[in-house]
Every structure is written in structure tokens, then in C-alpha cells.
């Protein structure tokens, strides 16, 4: 470097006003991000999840209610501290979830899936959880009613 362009550099102010402007802009939209995140997360108590195998639903069930399975299989052991639902794919997936009905939280026991990833989600607990298991094609996620708006058939 030249000793004119070293001069030039140390006798630059550290930051321009498009810097702040840029840094200003990336922080408020960091800020309106949290927020929307944050505040519009569905922390309603769980009522009810459902599990599908690639995006067919194959398992119901609403806390306080009976389990009901809309595919061969699916296994379902029923006590009373919780259900124990085994779901077999067509592609020799295994997974075996776990319903806690007095906690009312759901969480995925088992899979012999490569990686195990998805037995390492939290249990749901709220209507803002959800559970894949994508080499399996198996998604368990809440029931949600919509309070406001009735069922009406079109």
C-alpha cells in the first residue's frame, strides 16, 4: 500500500452513515422477527394429535376420547397411564410413539430409522409442537379446533 492510501484510511471516520442505516435496518428487522415468532406460537394446552405417514393421516386421537386408527398398520396399546402406538411404513419404517394421557404430551419412544433424529424432539406439549420423522415419511402434530369458525360442510 502507498503511504497516501494509508493516510486516507486512518483519516476515515470508523463507520459512514450507510453503515449505521444498515445496521439500524438489520437490527429492527431482527427485532420485528423475534416478535412475530415469539407472540404467535399457538400455546394453547394439547387436545389431541393425529400422526400421518406422508401426508395420509393414519392415527387420532383426542385426550379424554378413544384412539382410532385409519390404517392395518398401526398397532395401538392402550393402558391407563398412556397409549403406545407402533407405526409400520411401507418402506420398512418402525416408529413407536408414546401418548401420555394424564401429562397430555406426546413423544416419539422409538424408530429404526438411520440417525434416530426424530426421537430426539421435545415432547409435545402445547398445539405449537411437532414431531417428523422424515426417512419414515411420519409426522405427528396437534389437533386444532377452530373455536370461532364452525364445521360447515361445502
Not at 66 to 85: A, F, L, Q, W, Y
Not at 124 to 134: T, W
Amino acid at each position: 500500500m502507498s503511504l497516501k492510501k494509508i493516510e486516507q484510511v486512518k483519516a476515515d471516520k470508523g463507520f459512514k452513515i450507510w453503515d449505521l442505516v444498515i445496521y439500524g435496518v438489520v437490527l429492527a428487522l431482527t427485532a420485528v422477527l423475534f416478535v412475530v415468532i415469539f407472540t404467535t406460537r399457538n400455546t394453547d394446552p394439547l387436545t389431541g394429535v393425529e400422526i400421518t405417514v406422508r401426508g395420509e393421516i393414519v392415527f387420532e386421537y383426542e385426550f379424554g376420547g378413544r384412539p382410532k386408527s385409519h390404517s392395518e398398520k398401526i398397532t395401538i396399546d392402550e393402558n391407563d397411564k398412556g397409549i403406545t402406538v407402533t407405526v409400520s411404513t411401507d418402506n420398512g419404517g418402525l416408529n413407536i410413539v408414546y401418548i401420555n394421557k394424564s401429562a397430555k404430551t406426546v413423544k416419539m419412544h422409538d424408530a429404526n430409522c438411520k440417525g434416530k433424529q426424530c426421537i430426539h424432539f421435545a415432547a409435545i406439549k402445547n398445539n405449537s409442537g411437532v414431531i417428523i420423522c422424515d426417512p419414515h415419511g411420519v409426522k405427528i402434530e396437534p389437533i386444532i379446533k377452530d373455536v370461532d369458525s364452525p364445521d360447515i360442510p361445502f
